[in-house]
Nanobody, 119 residues
Framework: QVQLVESGGGLVQPGGSLRLSCAAS????????MGWYRQAPGKQRELVAT???????MYADSVKGRFTISRDNAENTLYLQMNSLKPEDTAVYYC?????????????WGQGTQVTVSS
């Protein structure tokens, strides 16, 4: 099992910045990749960014050039640096980790942290 705890959300003005953190514990050595998802009110959860064990990164088009995903393997912590925030970035942000075992993918989720971009 893997436990994930997010922090760093809050209220920020348009154009501002926030950094989200996700502390992982438990069977972290089994993780293949981690990422951030978000869900705005009335919308489906969507992928924001992912990073693999080989540090390969992928971003949603809507955040490219503004968000940066990174990880500190020694601290088992995942980060999301969010710059030039827009009102449409308002959502609950969820940390995700997954692993493959015997051909099956196992997903783990944090409880979410609210990000509100508003003047």
């Amino acid at each position: 099992q893997v436990q994930l705890v997010e922090s760093g959300g809050g209220l920020v003005q348009p154009g501002g910045s926030l950094r989200l953190s996700c502390a992982a514990s438990g069977s972290t050595s089994s993780i293949d990749a981690m990422g951030w998802y978000r869900q705005a009110p009335g919308k489906q959860r969507e992928l924001v960014a992912t990073i693999t064990n080989g540090n390969s990164r992928m971003y949603a088009d809507s955040v490219k050039g503004r968000f940066t995903i990174s990880r500190d393997n020694a601290e088992n912590t995942l980060y999301l640096q969010m710059n030039s925030l827009k009102p449409e970035d308002t959502a609950v942000y969820y940390c995700n980790a997954y692993k493959y075992s015997r051909g099956r993918r196992y997903d783990y989720w944090g409880q979410g942290t609210q990000v509100t971009v508003s003047s």
